[in-house]
């Protein structure tokens, strides 16, 4: 990075106007093979995973049937998706971004280690993942339990937001799969009228945006 651009990023996080924007490529930075479909494919021959297949050109896009051991192979490819991800090491990368002052992260990736990086330090936070046109609160009660955003919600300046907008790896009706889950992730996101959570009073404060893990290859990501 250049020195102009460095500094300028660095004078944007002591102001607290530059948010996180964390691709779907982020939980591999420290992995030699940094191609997340490569090692889904490698994860799925190994474990010998059947009744899903890749679309060649749209990478994390699945071909399915209707019908695997009484389970659909969306339930099934949801499943092991899942244990992919609970079964990769948090980096420490995590841990130096959740010591930086983002009051914003977006995190295009269904993984949970920016969470795990806020709890290893002590740092407070908030959870939020979208499923399909509702976002759901993390509870401050029970960490391991999430609220349906109902009515209009404006996050808190002071304390950051952890934003999964990919929906979460432990839930598996988020997890966009197919197309079919794609086009029921985009449509309601196109009219903000029903949208509860009110990211205005963040993103009115954002003059600067922080992009790491992305491959720029996928129209989706380019899209989103």
Not at 25 to 43: S, T, W
Not at 133 to 158: A, L, S, V
């Amino acid at each position: 990075m250049e020195t102009k651009a460095l500094e300028l990023l660095l004078s944007k996080l002591e102001d607290g106007t530059c948010a996180l924007i964390l691709g779907p490529e982020f939980l591999l930075a420290d992995q030699e093979e940094q191609d997340l479909v490569q090692q889904l494919k490698n994860y799925f021959a190994e474990n010998k995973l059947e009744g899903a297949e890749f679309l060649k050109d749209d990478g994390f896009f699945y071909k399915t049937g209707n019908s695997v051991n009484k389970i659909t192979e969306r339930e099934n490819l949801a499943l092991n998706v899942s244990e992919f991800y609970q079964q990769q090491p948090m980096h420490e990368y995590y841990s130096s971004l959740a010591e930086m002052p983002f009051n914003l992260i977006i995190s295009l990736s269904p993984d949970n280690f920016m969470e795990k990086a806020f709890q290893k330090i002590n740092k407070p936070y908030e959870l939020i993942y979208y499923q399909k046109g509702d976002f759901y609160r993390q509870r401050k009660d029970n960490r391991k339990k999430f609220e349906k955003i109902q009515e209009e919600y404006i996050p808190d300046k002071n304390t950051a937001m952890i934003l999964n907008l990919l929906g979460l790896c432990n839930k598996y009706d988020s997890l966009i799969l197919t197309y079919d889950d794609f086009f029921k992730f985009l449509a309601p996101l196109l009219n903000t009228i029903n949208i509860k959570l009110s990211l205005s009073t963040l993103l009115e404060d954002m003059s600067s945006f922080l992009f790491l893990g992305f491959k720029y290859t996928k129209w989706y990501l380019n899209f989103i």
